[in-house]
């Protein structure tokens, strides 16, 4: 007998009636009440986690910084980076292609979801600051890598990896690094929007050149940063991708993947100030420069592990389906 099959139902006849014995299926009004009933609370869990978020980006001035002219202008500036790597993720997939309703979908969820990291983040951080030295990269491996690793793989995993056109691993990537896309798009936004706030140039700035003058170096660093939300969560998205297809072993899966974006996100966030100083006090170069290097530096060597993975994937695609369509044609 199989260990994992019920006794009875292992030693019973198959005509046998084991309905509520070791069995179970939709048969009275009741049982259909409840078939009802769990389908409208998993669904209405899922809106109320959409609403709770819609919630608190209202309440953080995230539709402010969206719905502001000058603001979004820069904010669409802020991301053009992050959007190619986002593109050059997607058109790497070598399967069918992704419907626009999964990916805007994916995009939008996102948003809604980091303001849960930016409540937990500044909740946690208080703690953290006294510790001297040691408590910001303690912040960042124990709270912001994990917290905003989470919530943008909890964007793909609440819609589209539930849907049946999430056919492949690779999908996984893909709607991984449109989760980053959109975490980036809120967070640079709202960094803008503090930025100008603070310096008091919000009230009077307009879309055109004279935000770009006001707003330009925020939105070149935040430019800067953004590619680094799509590769983090591509990667923790590929496994995600891969825990579907290998469901025995689906959650370690997914936790390799949660925790290397984890740590790859907090050791960016531990290192960017110190890594920035010392390319600025070699090559002479200003601030933004030196910045400019190392985050070039720093997302190359992980972006390229993120690309190693997606080329092997699609050699491995192309390998085994050439394979199969040349045996198609010769029977």
Same mark, same amino acid.
């Given at each position: 007998m199989d260990d994992t099959e019920e006794p009875v139902a292992a030693a019973a006849e198959e005509s046998r009636d084991l309905y509520e014995i070791a069995s179970w299926e939709e048969r009275t009004s009741i049982d259909g009440a409840a078939v009802a009933l769990y389908w409208l609370l998993t669904r209405a869990a899922k809106w109320i986690v959409v609403l709770l978020a819609l919630g608190i980006l209202a309440g953080i001035g995230g539709l402010a910084a969206l =719905?502001?002219?000058?603001?979004?202008?820069?904010?669409?500036?802020? +991301? +053009?980076?992050?959007a190619g790597l986002t593109l050059y993720v997607y058109r790497s997939d070598v399967t069918d292609a992704e419907p626009l309703?999964?990916? +805007? /979908?994916?995009?939008?969820?996102?948003?809604?979801?980091?303001?849960?990291?930016? %409540?937990?983040?500044?909740?946690?951080?208080?703690?953290?600051?006294?510790?001297? +030295?040691?408590?910001?990269?303690?912040?960042?491996?124990?709270?912001?890598?994990? !917290?905003?690793? /989470?919530?943008?793989?909890?964007?793909?995993?609440?819609?589209?990896? /539930?849907?049946?056109?999430?056919d492949a691993v690779i999908d996984g990537a893909v709607y991984g690094a449109v989760a980053g896309l959109g975490f980036a798009t809120i967070e640079n936004a709202l960094y803008i929007l503090r930025q100008l706030s603070e310096t008091g140039e919000l009230a009077e700035l307009t879309i055109g050149l004279s935000a770009v003058a006001a707003g330009g170096d925020i939105t070149a %660093?935040?430019?800067?940063? !953004?590619?680094?939300?799509?590769?983090?969560? =591509?990667?923790?998205?590929?496994?995600?991708?891969?825990?579907?297809?290998?469901?025995?072993?689906? !959650?370690?899966?997914?936790?390799?993947?949660?925790?290397?974006?984890?740590?790859?996100?907090? /050791?960016?966030? =531990?290192?960017?100030?110190?890594? =920035?100083?010392v390319v600025t006090s070699i090559t002479g170069l200003p601030g933004l420069g030196g910045f400019l290097v190392y985050v070039i530096i720093f997302d190359s060597i992980f972006g390229l592990f993120l690309l190693r993975k997606l080329w092997r994937y699609r050699r491995h695609y192309r390998e085994t389906n050439g394979a199969e369509a040349a045996t198609a044609v010769e029977q």
């Amino acid at each position: 007998m199989d260990d994992t099959e019920e006794p009875v139902a292992a030693a019973a006849e198959e005509s046998r009636d084991l309905y509520e014995i070791a069995s179970w299926e939709e048969r009275t009004s009741i049982d259909g009440a409840a078939v009802a009933l769990y389908w409208l609370l998993t669904r209405a869990a899922k809106w109320i986690v959409v609403l709770l978020a819609l919630g608190i980006l209202a309440g953080i001035g995230g539709l402010a910084a969206l =719905s502001d002219p000058a603001v979004g202008m820069l904010t669409l500036l802020s +991301v +053009v980076p992050a959007a190619g790597l986002t593109l050059y993720v997607y058109r790497s997939d070598v399967t069918d292609a992704e419907p626009l309703s999964l990916l +805007v /979908t994916t995009f939008l969820l996102s948003i809604l979801f980091a303001t849960f990291a930016a %409540v937990f983040n500044s909740t946690a951080r208080r703690f953290f600051e006294p510790l001297g +030295v040691l408590g910001m990269p303690l912040f960042f491996f124990l709270i912001v890598g994990p !917290g905003e690793e /989470t919530v943008k793989l909890l964007a793909v995993r609440l819609y589209a990896y /539930t849907d049946r056109r999430f056919d492949a691993v690779i999908d996984g990537a893909v709607y991984g690094a449109v989760a980053g896309l959109g975490f980036a798009t809120i967070e640079n936004a709202l960094y803008i929007l503090r930025q100008l706030s603070e310096t008091g140039e919000l009230a009077e700035l307009t879309i055109g050149l004279s935000a770009v003058a006001a707003g330009g170096d925020i939105t070149a %660093v935040r430019a800067l940063a !953004g590619p680094g939300h799509v590769i983090y969560s =591509s990667i923790a998205g590929y496994y995600l991708g891969l825990a579907k297809f290998n469901p025995a072993n689906k !959650g370690p899966i997914v936790v390799k993947g949660l925790l290397l974006a984890a740590v790859i996100h907090a /050791t960016y966030n =531990s290192t960017v100030s110190i890594g =920035s100083y010392v390319v600025t006090s070699i090559t002479g170069l200003p601030g933004l420069g030196g910045f400019l290097v190392y985050v070039i530096i720093f997302d190359s060597i992980f972006g390229l592990f993120l690309l190693r993975k997606l080329w092997r994937y699609r050699r491995h695609y192309r390998e085994t389906n050439g394979a199969e369509a040349a045996t198609a044609v010769e029977q």
